[in-house]
């Protein structure tokens, strides 16, 4: 069975200072990954996606993401940190399946950043 | 673009009533799903439509039904409500199937049954 675990429920950096998000995967085959950012009380936003094509993806707002298939993790990363990036993060998994597209959340990352 | 909307944004059910939320997507996708996001949790899928015309179950379907209307509408419905469906409800929609499609979301319904 497929599933996401997200390491970290809360993170706390100051602002200018790197970020990392943890996230690890189990799916039988290679899968896509996703890292979706929502912000309080709006809806959710792709910021990256993984389809076997580079290991190193780079997303929107300065973020990227590296797909490491030995060990299964698909970290968030972001070299300086700004306000603006407080939010929920959540990182999924989309197995292959026939039929239909189906996402399988993590728990998602509650990120804070201080002045 | 409006991409993904849902009607209401907010709504206070009490326990045994009903009520329909109702998507529309203006992305010609032809798929569309229906979450529920509770805290600590992140999203579980509660029903999918991979095509117009078609609909299953995902994750949590105990106590919801849906329709898909035409292409454009998925509507969830709650028959009798229940304090357990409290939470933030998602739609979202997506192109075409198969693995490595990233969903389009709305921007949420935050329901409350008391």
């Known amino acids: 069975a497929q599933s996401v675990t997200q390491l970290d429920s809360h993170v706390s950096v100051s602002e200018g200072t790197p970020v990392l998000l943890r996230c690890n995967y189990s799916?039988?085959?290679?899968?896509?990954l996703f890292w979706y950012v929502q912000h309080p009380n709006k809806g959710l936003q792709l910021l990256l996606k993984?389809?076997?094509?580079?290991?190193l993806v780079k997303g929107i707002n300065g973020f990227e993401a590296e797909f490491k298939k030995s060990e299964t993790s698909f970290h968030l990363t972001k070299p300086s940190a700004h306000m603006s990036d407080a939010a929920e993060y959540f990182c999924?998994?989309?197995?292959?399946?026939?039929?239909?597209?189906?996402?399988?959340f993590g728990a998602g990352t509650r990120l804070a950043v201080h002045p | 673009n409006a991409g993904v909307t849902q009607t209401p944004k907010f709504q206070v059910l009490k326990t045994g009533q009903s009520m329909t939320l109702q998507c529309a997507q203006d992305?010609?996708?032809?798929?569309m799903y229906w979450y529920r996001q509770d805290p600590g949790m992140g999203l579980r899928l509660i029903y999918y439509?991979?095509?117009?015309?078609?609909?299953d179950k995902g994750e949590v379907p105990n106590g919801y039904n849906v329709s898909r209307l035409n292409k454009r509408e998925f509507s969830l419905r709650l028959e009798s409500a229940a304090p357990s469906q409290t939470s933030v409800y998602f739609c979202?929609?997506?192109?075409?199937?198969?693995?490595?499609?990233?969903?389009?979301f709305g921007q949420g319904t935050r329901l409350t049954v008391v």
């Open positions: 979202a929609s997506s192109g075409r199937q198969g693995s490595g499609t990233e969903a389009f």
């Open positions: 799916s039988s085959y290679s899968p896509s």
């Open positions: 993984y389809t076997s094509a580079a290991t």
């Open positions: 999924v998994v989309s197995p292959i399946s026939g039929g239909y597209n189906k996402l399988i």
């Open positions: 992305m010609n996708h032809n798929s």
């Open positions: 439509s991979a095509s117009e015309g078609t609909t």
